[in-house]
Structure formats: C-alpha cells, structure tokens
C-alpha cells in the first residue's frame, strides 16, 4: 500500500493534485470521478471527516481530503487499500502532526506562488462579503501559506511545485517516478468534486492557472505582504 499524507493551503491546487495522484496507476484506464466526502449537521457546524473512495479493478484508493491538524481520522479500516491518502489543511505541517503510524507513508507538501494564491482567493470571492476592502486576504490562509512555505524550506516532506505540475508533463512524470507511481497522466484535468476552480468547466484552462496573477487585481502585495513575496520568489522564482 502507497500512504500519502499531503500538507496545503486552501487555493493550492492541492485537491487537483491528490486526484492525479489517485488516478497514477496501471489499473486505472479512464477517469473516475471522486467526490469530496464531507456531512454538516447544520449551517456553520464542524465539517465531519468522511473519506472518498476510488474504485478500479483491482484497484482502490482511499482519500480524506480535507483534514485539520485538529483531526484524528480513524484510518485502521482501509489500512488494506492499495493507496490511502490524507490531505491536511489550515496551519498543518509534518512538524505540528503529533502522532505516528506504524506503516511506510510519505509527507508531501503542495504549494502555489504567493501572488497566484492570492488571485485564486480573489477570482474564488466566497471572502468577498466578509473582506471588503479591496486588498483584503484571509488571515489564516495568509499565515498557513507562510507556514507551508516555511515547511517547504526547511525540507519537512517532498515539495510538490503547483506551478510546475500545472503545465510541465516531464515535471509530472518526475513526480510519479519519485513517489513510486505508474504514470498515466489520467486525472489531469480532474479534480475532487467540487472543487472550485474546476467545477463547471468542461476542461480546465490550464494555461491560465499561473498566470491569474495578471488578470484579477491583487494589491501591492511587496507591500502587504514582504516575507510572503521574498519567500515565494526564493522557491518559486520571481513572477514575470
């Protein structure tokens, strides 16, 4: 069994990613649609953590997709599968995840640049009544992307560039060797249900998904947001 335990921010592209990396094997032939698993009680209340499944011949990849660093899933009942996935959320890093488990897995940290995570949050607007000043981010997926980026620095897991997968197929198929995978390149264009940037397309524009930053008015972020710039420039490079 392959475990990937994958640490991101909110608008990293990370949902798109934990699809593709459910789809990289020699069973699967054709997309499959997998949904985001998640229950409310009621409006406002705690999101309670429900895994999605992916079913092929001889085939079967469980994901959680959405964990807090709060979250203790109960993962012993799929510890058969033939690839388990956890995505963790919000200010979790390898480092703030107490607990072991007693099977191989593999930290994965997913991140974007700092200004096309802040288009995405624009272009998204679910903050937009919350946030009206014009240049207004979310505190915490400010400050979780700092954390992230953080951890990515200090090597806490294996790095996977957004930016990179986004367009590059040998940057993916690099992916798939490092991480044990048969390469496919099947769910490219997928993402879990319903994952917002995707929902309603028949086809991503991937060609746009870096370059956001050009099209929707992000502020003077250099300003804003000093540490936030220099450290994605130092891992990503300087934006054009």
Known sequence: ??????????????????????????????????????????????????????????????????????????????????????????????RTIPYNFDIPYINILILRDIFNTAASIKKFRIWQKRYPQPHEYPKHIMENWLLSAKAVQNKEGYFINYNLYNHNKDYRQQLARDLGLFFTDIGIDEVLSPGSSFTAMNKPDRANLNRRYKMVDIGPLEELYPEHVELSNQIFGEME
């Open 1 to 94: 069994m392959k475990f990937f335990r994958c640490y991101a921010t909110p608008r990293s592209g990370h949902m798109s990613i934990m699809c593709w990396l459910s789809h990289q094997h020699s069973a699967v032939t054709q997309t499959m649609p997998i949904k985001f698993g998640c229950k409310r009680k009621g409006l406002g209340a705690k999101r309670a953590i429900l895994p999605t499944f992916l079913n092929a011949p001889n085939y079967q990849v469980v994901v959680f997709p959405n964990v807090s660093k709060r979250d203790k899933p109960n993962i012993t009942q799929y510890l058969d599968v033939d690839r388990l996935i956890l995505g963790y959320e919000n200010g979790a890093t390898p």
